[in-house]
C-alpha cells in the first residue's frame, strides 16, 4: 500500500531564511509523481512543485526546489528566502501509476509560520 | 496559470438537508475531476473520479447514492451531499487536471466548506 509520512508537525523560521520540509513514501511501483501543495489559511491548496520519479534532476520552480532522494524514498521540500506569505501548511502528496487510480494519497501537512 | 473554481465557498446547512457544490475549470478543459473531502483534522479522503468518458468512480465509503456527481462538459462539475450529518463536515476540494505535460498534476480549487447543524 502507498503511504505518505511528514513527520514535521510544525516549523517557524525567520524571513528570509531557508527551511526544509521532510516527506518519506512508499510504494510498490517504479514508476510514480511526488507533488509538493500548499494550504492557505483560507484552505485554498495550491499546487507548487512536482518531481517525476524517472528524473534524475531535482525539479525547481521559483523559490521551490526538491531533495530527490530515489533510494531513501524520500523527497523533501526547499524554500529559499521565506517570506512572511510563505506561512502555510505545506502537504507532500504521491501517485503512482500502477494504481491505474487518480488518487493522490497525501501526508499529514507541515505548518509553516515565517516570522518578521 | 490554472484555474478551478468552486462555488459557494462556505455553506451551513441543517442536519439531514442536502447541498449542492460547484466546480469550474477556467482556461482549460478538465479530462478528469477529482472530489476530495477534508476532515476537520486536514487528511484527506478521494470521494470519487470522473473521467470524460468513463462513468464515475466511487472510493470506498463514498456512493453515488449518497454524494451524487454530475460532470456533463469539459469545464464544470457539481456534487451534492444528500441528508448531510454532522459527519458530512469538512472542506470539499475539486481537483482537475488535462492534458499534456501537466496530465499529471490535480490543480485544486478553493474548496466548499460544509458546516451541518
Known amino acids: 500500500a502507498q503511504k505518505v509520512t511528514q513527520t514535521q508537525t510544525s516549523i517557524s523560521v525567520m524571513e528570509k531564511t531557508t527551511v526544509t520540509m521532510d516527506c518519506v513514501y512508499e510504494t510498490q511501483d517504479s514508476s510514480y509523481f511526488l507533488f509538493w501543495y500548499k494550504q492557505t489559511a483560507s484552505g485554498e491548496i495550491v499546487f507548487l512543485i512536482r518531481?517525476?520519479?524517472?528524473?534524475?534532476e531535482n525539479a525547481t520552480v521559483g523559490h521551490y526546489s526538491l531533495n530527490f532522494q530515489k533510494p531513501k524514498s524520500s523527497i523533501g521540500l526547499i524554500i529559499t528566502a521565506t517570506q512572511i506569505e510563505d506561512s502555510a501548511v505545506y502537504f507532500c502528496a504521491m501517485r503512482d501509476l500502477s494504481s491505474g487510480s487518480w488518487q493522490l494519497i497525501f501526508g499529514s501537512g507541515t505548518q509553516l509560520t515565517v516570522m518578521p | 496559470g490554472a484555474l478551478v473554481y468552486q462555488y459557494p465557498r462556505r455553506t451551513i446547512c441543517k442536519s439531514g438537508t442536502s447541498m449542492r457544490m460547484e466546480c469550474q475549470a477556467v482556461?482549460?478543459?478538465?479530462?478528469?475531476v477529482a472530489w476530495y473531502r477534508q476532515s476537520p483534522q486536514k487528511t484527506f479522503e478521494l470521494i470519487a473520479l470522473s473521467t470524460v468518458n468513463s462513468a464515475i468512480k466511487y472510493e470506498q465509503n463514498f456512493t453515488q447514492e449518497k454524494f451524487p456527481i454530475s460532470h456533463p462538459n469539459l469545464s464544470f462539475s457539481s456534487m451534492t451531499v444528500l441528508n448531510a450529518y454532522l459527519e458530512d463536515r469538512g472542506l470539499y476540494l475539486c481537483?482537475?487536471?488535462?492534458?499534456?505535460?501537466?496530465?499529471?498534476?490535480?490543480?485544486f480549487g478553493a474548496g466548499t466548506r460544509l458546516s451541518v447543524l
Open positions: 518531481q517525476d520519479s524517472y528524473k534524475k
Open positions: 482556461g482549460f478543459q478538465a479530462t478528469s
Open positions: 481537483g482537475a487536471r488535462w492534458g499534456a505535460h501537466s496530465q499529471n498534476t490535480l490543480y
